[in-house]
């Protein structure tokens, strides 16, 4: 376990190098720079660029710069942002993380808490009226991109009915109260995976309830309940299970577009504006903590395989 367990994290800093190397090549390719994105429609003069360019070490070669940087990242030092005043990377990330994570969680719970009981009705009633409505519900929802689902529940719910304010996201992550506001930006960011985890729970379901050993227990007298919790879902949810952490990492990193549409002052908003005023060290710091959060997912996940299916053994 040991040796997995380090070779698994060398192979994540392995990756976490490459991702920097090209999203810093990428990002300095793109025509323009920082105190042009800042200028808008000020005219900066050519020495005030240059000294400021000079000062942040941008006039030096890229792969001294680079070297810089990860020195600079092995010591946990993100950098100063150039579009906030220079206040430090990693305090601006640390300050919009809360509203991410707390939207990726309940997004999460939504996504575990519908889709699961959904596939597992429909595999129990399959042929019936609630199998044809839960494939429809989860067809649907798959087919929908999560942005048209998000502008949907905004005129429906926000605009028509009025039960949410349209800036529902403004204080979101605050306090308490907020977290009703995430309800709307929750449901859309969750719904594509809803509909994956209800299929998938079906499938595996309707797979599970052939076997030998649930006819066993028919043949047993024991009670339709325990067959269906005890032993169809329980290893029925082992491919499920599987899918736990990348689901996990895609809500919290695939929320840029929510976060936008709802005005939710998380990471995912923060990386749109940096894009757009060229903020080197903000875009360079939410791009590997994107890389981190999802190989971070995928090796926990790794781990307690073989806790849900005895049969997996990690070599």
């Known amino acids: 376990m040991t040796r997995y367990l380090l070779g698994r994290l060398l192979q994540s800093a392995i990756t976490l190098f490459f991702i920097a190397l090209i999203t810093f090549t990428l990002m300095h390719e793109v025509p323009g ?33 680079f070297a810089r940087y990860m020195g600079n990242l092995l010591r946990g030092d993100l950098g100063l942002s150039f579009a906030q005043k220079g206040q430090k990377i990693s305090d601006l990330i640390l300050d919009k993380m809360n509203a991410s994570l707390l939207l990726g969680a309940m997004s999460f719970t939504i ?35 999560a942005f048209v689902t998000a502008f949907i529940f905004l005129i429906v719910f926000a605009v028509w009915l009025g039960w949410f304010d349209v800036r529902l996201g403004k204080d979101f992550g605050d306090s308490l109260g907020s977290v009703r506001n995430g309800l709307l930006p929750a449901l859309a960011l969750g719904a594509p995976s809803m509909a994956l985890v209800s299929r ?84 360079m710091g939410t791009t590997l903590l994107y890389a981190t959060i999802i190989m971070l997912m995928n090796l926990v996940v790794d781990l307690l395989y073989p806790l849900v299916d005895p049969r997996v053994r990690i070599a």
């Not at 920082?34 to 000079?54: K, N």
């Open 111 to 145: 996504v575990f808490g519908f889709g699961v009981p959904v596939g597992v009705v429909s595999a129990i009633r399959r042929n019936t009226i609630w199998d044809y409505l839960g494939l429809a519900l989860s067809t649907s929802l798959a087919a929908v991109p």
């Open 200 to 283: 998938l729970t079906r499938g595996a379901m309707l797979e599970v309830l052939d076997q030998d050993y649930i006819r066993t227990a028919r043949a047993k007298g024991l009670s339709r309940g325990g067959i269906y919790v005890r032993h169809a879902l329980r290893n029925a949810l082992i491919p499920v299970v599987t899918l736990t952490g990348p689901i996990f990492a895609g809500l919290v990193t695939g929320s840029i577009i929510i976060e936008e549409i709802f005005g939710i002052p998380g990471i995912g908003s923060a990386f749109v504006t940096s894009v757009f005023q060229r903020d080197y060290g903000m875009i």
């Open 33 to 65: 720079g920082p105190f042009d994105a800042l200028a808008g429609e000020r005219v900066l003069s050519v020495e005030f660029v240059r000294a400021q360019e000079a000062y942040y070490g941008l006039s030096d070669p890229l792969p001294q710069q």
